[in-house]
């Protein structure tokens, strides 16, 4: 029995965990990718337009803190910030899923 609670409780939260995952992803897709590609690589022609690094080199270059402050405020030139429209959590979200791109 208390096996089974466990394995319940993992699979929970597993399917939590991939359901944030994929909101991250769907609010990356939504309002990141047509600068920042849906790979990350910023190969579209906004990104190439603002001269928008690749995830790999921006996660290089900034920490994770440091993103979630630029999503949330924006960054000049042309990103506009998104703390009106995502709570905390989703911005971090975001942020954890475009890092996940560079890897």
């Not at 466990?6 to 990718?33: E, H, N, P, T, V």
């Not at 999503?71 to 989703?90: C, I, L, R, T």
Request: net charge positive; charged share 25%.
């Amino acid at each position: 029995m208390k096996l089974t609670m466990i394995c319940a409780a993992l699979i929970l939260f597993a399917s939590a965990d991939a359901r944030a995952q994929g909101d991250s992803k769907a609010l990356y897709m939504s309002k990141c990718a047509t600068c920042h590609g849906p790979d990350g690589m910023a190969k579209t022609a906004m990104g190439k337009k603002l001269k928008v690094q690749d995830a790999q080199t921006a996660s290089g270059k900034m920490s994770a803190d440091e993103m979630v402050k630029i999503v949330a405020d924006g960054k000049s030139p042309g990103m506009m910030g998104y703390s009106k429209q995502f709570n905390a959590e989703q911005v971090k979200g975001v942020v954890d899923y475009y890092r996940s791109l560079g890897k």
